[in-house]
């Protein structure tokens, strides 16, 4: 499914995925974010949870000026129930919720206009 989302160009997408596989594919998600930035859809960065790839994203929009994104990045980061550190159940609860929506975000998306 990443590369399938890769070759239709839905690299924030494909990114969000590399956190669902049991060790996350952080090297894959570096790659795609930092070579398509221009590519990036905010709609999704709601469903990263991984701070690598939350402070990755805060560079890049830092770089480019983009103080509204950054401003909603840091906002995303300063979580409480993505705080490690707070106990897992509530971060495992967080993790489960964010997959099952973007999942569903993904089907709206991707197969909302197939005709049977």
């Not at 830092?62 to 707070?86: C, M």
């Not at 509530?90 to 919720?97: D, E, T």
């Amino acid at each position: 499914l990443i590369t399938s989302l890769l070759s239709i160009k839905a690299i924030t997408q494909a990114a969000v995925l590399c956190q669902f596989l049991t060790s996350t594919d952080y090297q894959t998600a570096f790659k795609v974010i930092q070579e398509n930035q221009a590519l990036l859809n905010e709609a999704y960065f709601e469903y990263f949870w991984e701070m690598p790839l939350l402070e990755l994203l805060v560079y890049i929009h830092a770089k480019s000026g983009a103080e509204k994104v950054v401003n909603k990045l840091i906002h995303l980061i300063g979580r409480p129930d993505l705080n490690e550190h707070n106990g897992t159940s509530g971060r495992k609860k967080l993790v489960h919720s964010l997959k099952r929506h973007f999942l569903i975000q993904l089907t709206r998306e991707y197969l909302s206009n197939l005709k049977y």
